[in-house]
């Protein structure tokens, strides 16, 4: 390889009438051209002061001038950093393993190795400038040697002693010394093949050639294309004078120098778009001879621009009109970019400022960049534009707020001429198409008294609503009218009397009219007296008022008869028959209106006696007729004996923990003047005794359930909680569960002023902490405590109408 490539050098040295390069190869080893082995250690031994490597060539005669380089083939490189050798020339004779003599020496002095590296034919080359003229004659001696001193080794470097090699005729020997300078003096032991060829090259007569390789010639038509997204190429350049001079026998060696232009640093340059022009100079160092040559291209801009269309841009409809002129608004940042151009030429399709009418469907504008080529590149992209219409409709003659009479005799009145006293007032306007129209009352509506809100609706085709609101105030003028009875004259021989009236009263709005009498219906108006009773109508504005007079007279009374009770719960056989049946909570609540009876009053009951507390014993042991001791002049109820304990009792009597049934007082006769007390809640639950007055001497079911339902109705509590448990002549007898305030409403009853549906009735007795019906066993004890207590009632009573028969 290596001859061939020399030759082809050689031929193009004659052609370029240069003088050729001397070069003298050896047999090198197999690991390629050239041969590392005198440059390495051979031996473990180091040199105190000197390294030294001795070459000898069996070579015809040659001359080397100044500046000619000596260089040596190598296998690679070996050095650390470039290595400085003192070399030596001179011409010896004799064999290769026995040199005879020496002629005279040529120092070149202390050389560094320059230029290193690999050759484009695969050589690492070690290459020595020379400092001086040498010419080997062979008629002094047939080997041309080389002595090397290494200067400043290290032990990385090559080292030891050595044999002489030989190659053939050639040899080397390594050294740390030798007794003389004259090489001769060295012997040789072993013969090797490892000697390096080597090259004498001559520069000075070196003219270089330049010549641009296909790899960096650039195109003018079409031209090279920008970077992406700039304006400019970047293309690679040139900095190794060897890629210009291909032809270059020197193979690197002779020392050049590289010029460009325009000077631009690097293997790679940007060149702007347009024409461009880059020259290299190639100088050969030693002669200063040079040679140019470049490269004429374009760089072109092919990128389109870049566009940016805005999002859906909406518009709404100027005031009153169904367009709207739609003017693009400035971009965010740009609409268009471009590598080069700046600023990029846009245009609207549409145009801006089209004016466009208000629509459900988007109007699609296309948005078109160009750049400033002389051809210009354009890019394009599309974007919605929405024109709506968003103003609302409007009643331009909205009526005010419209305030009437109702007509005479009406609770109502048509106010339809004066809404429609413009005839536009109910009439929309839209800035473009209505959808619909409607009112929420017709116009002819009858509007009853009252304020109501009149409203129109108008919808436009965006479903946008516009209203129409005033208020219709219909006011009510008319007095109502009320007719009252003429006075009224009864005669009782009660204190008081229940007396119930009608009044007749009309008002053009009867669902407003109230009707109130002072006092009412159904009150008890006191005997003997005449009592004025003022009744007004009264709608929601006005009233109107009549009067009239009830009087009662009073009547010497009778005695009545005996009564049969209708119900009695016990078994007492002064009080059949037996309740047998639970009277349902679920009373009727239709108004009784009883009418007073003219039978005798009944006597006080001795039960409830504002006298001193009686005092009660019981016995032990439980029987149905307990014992009884009386202090005074009251009379008390019998308590039946407890089995766990003798209980005391205060005011009214006490039920034992054993449960028992209710009775009410048994005595079948009224009393004129009931004896009544103040009462004082004690538990929840209370038996209460109340005389009626009926509408004949024995109170219907109707007439006690009234009561009751008036009577939970002043507790607040449910229906449901009051048990009717017996009715006897004009006295009734109920349970009420689950209640605190029942003494309150008894007191209220008996010295206050009650309401009016309980006003009339007279408590008789009660009895706290007794038992619910619930409770079978503590109401059977009851019964027996109101059986006893109803007894001696009788007695009492009887003793004293009998009395008063006498008298």
Do not use: W
Not at 641 to 658: A, G, H, L, M, V
Not at 728 to 736: Q, Y
Not at 737 to 752: K, Q, R
């Amino acid at each position: 390889v290596v001859l061939r490539a020399l030759s082809l050098l050689l031929v193009l040295q004659l052609v370029l009438g240069q003088t050729p390069a001397t070069v003298h190869t050896a047999t090198t080893n197999d690991a390629g051209p050239g041969d590392n082995t005198p440059f390495t250690a051979i031996a473990a031994s180091t040199c105190a002061t000197t390294q030294r490597v001795v070459f000898g060539y069996d070579i015809t005669d040659f001359s080397s001038q100044t500046d000619d380089f000596l260089v040596f083939d190598l296998e690679g490189d070996l050095f650390n950093t470039p290595p400085s050798f003192t070399i030596t020339f001179v011409t010896c004779a004799g064999a290769a393993n026995a040199l005879t003599s020496c002629g005279t020496q040529e120092p070149m002095g202390l050389i560094t190795a320059d230029p290193i590296g690999t050759t484009d034919l695969g050589d690492f080359q070690f290459a020595f400038r020379l400092t001086s003229d040498f010419t080997h004659d062979t008629a002094d001696g047939n080997f041309f040697v080389v002595i090397m001193e290494f200067d400043s080794p290290d032990s990385s470097d090559f080292v030891g002693t050595g044999a002489i090699s030989s190659n053939g005729n050639d040899f080397y020997f390594k050294d740390c010394g030798i007794a003389t300078d004259d090489p001769s003096t060295a012997t040789a032991t072993a013969t090797t093949t490892n000697v390096p060829g080597f090259q004498l090259i001559s520069c000075s007569n070196y003219v270089p050639e330049c010549i641009i390789p296909n790899s960096h010639l650039y195109s003018t038509s079409p031209g090279e294309s920008t970077d992406a997204g700039e304006c400019f190429a970047t293309l690679g350049v040139i900095e190794d004078p060897d890629l210009l001079d291909p032809s270059n026998g020197r193979l690197g060696v002779c020392p050049v120098t590289l010029t460009r232009d325009p000077v631009l640093p690097g293997t790679s340059a940007q060149f702007p778009v347009g024409a461009n022009t880059h020259a290299y100079t190639v100088t050969n160092d030693i002669n200063s001879q040079s040679e140019t040559c470049s490269n004429d291209f374009a760089v072109v801009d092919d990128e389109p621009p870049q566009v940016f269309c805005p999002n859906t841009l909406r518009f709404s409809t100027d005031p009153d009109v169904c367009d709207a002129e739609v003017t693009i608004p400035p971009p965010p940042p740009v609409y268009a970019t471009d590598n080069c151009a700046d600023p990029v030429t846009i245009v609207f399709d549409p145009v801006d400022g089209t004016r466009q009418m208000a629509s459900n469907d988007p109007y699609i504008y296309t948005l078109t960049a160009s750049d400033d080529n002389v051809t210009p590149l354009t890019a394009s992209c599309t974007f919605e534009v929405r024109v709506i219409d968003e103003q609302n409709p409007t009643f331009p003659d909205c009526p005010s707020d419209i305030t009437a009479p109702a007509q005479t005799g009406r609770c109502s009145a048509n106010v339809e001429s004066m809404i429609l006293a413009n005839p536009d007032s109910l009439t929309p306007f839209d800035n473009c198409q209505l959808r619909s129209n409607s009112t929420n009352f017709p116009t002819d509506f009858n509007f009853g008294v009252g304020t109501h809100q009149f409203e129109a609706i108008a919808t436009d085709m965006t479903d946008i609503d516009g209203f129409c609101r005033f208020t219709i105030t219909i006011e009510d003028t008319q007095l109502p009218t009320i007719v009252c009875p003429n006075d009224i004259t009864v005669d009782s021989a009660r204190s008081s009397e229940i007396v119930s009236f009608n009044v007749q009263a009309e008002d053009n709005c009867p669902g407003d009219l109230l009707t109130t009498c002072n006092p009412p219906s159904n009150s008890r108006f006191q005997t003997g007296q005449a009592t004025t009773v003022t009744c007004t109508a009264m709608d929601q504005v006005q009233q109107n008022s009549c009067s009239f007079e009830v009087r009662v007279n009073p009547t010497v009374p009778g005695i009545s008869p005996l009564q049969t009770p209708i119900e009695l719960p016990s078994k007492s056989p002064t009080n059949s028959p037996t309740r047998t049946d639970l009277i349902s909570p679920q009373v009727s609540k239709d108004q009784v209106s009883p009418s007073e009876s003219q039978t005798a009053s009944r006597t006080g009951n001795p039960s409830i006696s504002p006298s001193a507390p009686p005092s009660l014993s019981a016995s032990s042991s439980r029987s149905s007729t307990p014992s009884i001791s009386r202090s005074s002049s009251t009379s008390v109820l019998p308590i039946p004996e407890s089995d766990s304990r003798t209980p005391t009792r205060t005011n009214s009597p006490q039920p034992s923990d054993t449960r028992s049934a209710l009775a009410p007082t048994a005595s079948p006769s009224r009393t004129p003047q009931p004896i009544v007390q103040v009462f004082e809640q004690q538990g929840t639950i209370t038996l209460v005794e109340v005389i009626l007055q009926c509408g004949t001497s024995t109170c219907s079911r109707a007439e006690a359930e009234f009561y009751i339902v008036a009577f939970a109705e002043a507790l607040n509590v449910d229906i449901s909680d009051i048990h009717l448990e017996a009715i006897f002549g004009d006295e009734i007898t109920f349970i009420v569960c689950d209640s605190d305030d029942v003494a309150d409403l008894l007191n209220e009853i008996n010295f206050g002023v009650p309401p009016p549906e309980l006003a009339g009735s007279v408590v008789e007795n009660a009895i706290f902490n007794v038992a619910c019906p619930a409770d079978p066993v503590q109401i059977q004890n009851q019964r027996e405590i109101s059986s006893s207590s109803a007894s001696l009632t009788g007695v009492c009573a009887f003793g004293i109408l009998f009395i008063a028969a006498l008298l």
